[in-house]
């Protein structure tokens, strides 16, 4: 199994930046793609980012494509979330995930707790 804890949420104010964090115990984090997800209040889970065991292969959303930048540190078990000009629609709980590349959420099988990121006007 794979433990997830993320961090680095808050508030900010539109226009700003804020960097999340992922750390990751228990199966060797680097044979793992890793996700970012985000669910609003009354809203469904919805995708924003993943990339590979190979740090090359990258895919995101289109509301957050050239906002969002996904990286990962294998060496510290870490993956993080760059977000910037972010906006109110940004508000949300974002979670970390670990398990296959790519956008939908059944191919994720471990997941962390989340970080609520509000962004104010």
């Known amino acids: 199994q794979v433990q997830l804890v993320e961090s680095g949420g808050g508030l900010v104010q539109a226009g700003g930046s804020l960097r999340l964090s992922c750390a990751a115990s228990?199966?060797?984090?680097?044979?793992?793609?890793m996700g970012w997800f985000r669910q609003a209040p009354g809203q469904e889970r919805r995708f924003v980012a993943s990339?590979?065991?190979?740090?090359?292969?990258?895919y995101y959303a289109d509301s957050v494509k050239g906002r969002f930048t996904i990286s990962r540190d294998n060496a510290k078990n870490t993956v993080y979330l760059q977000m910037n000009s972010l906006t109110p629609e940004d508000t949300a709980v974002y979670y970390c995930?670990?398990?296959?590349?790519?956008?939908?959420?059944?191919?994720?099988?471990?997941w962390g707790q989340g970080t609520m990121v509000t962004v104010s006007s």
């Open positions: 228990g199966r060797i984090f680097s044979a793992y793609a």
């Open positions: 995930a670990a398990g296959q590349y790519g956008g939908d959420p059944k191919a994720y099988d471990y």
């Open positions: 990339i590979g065991r190979n740090t090359g292969n990258i």
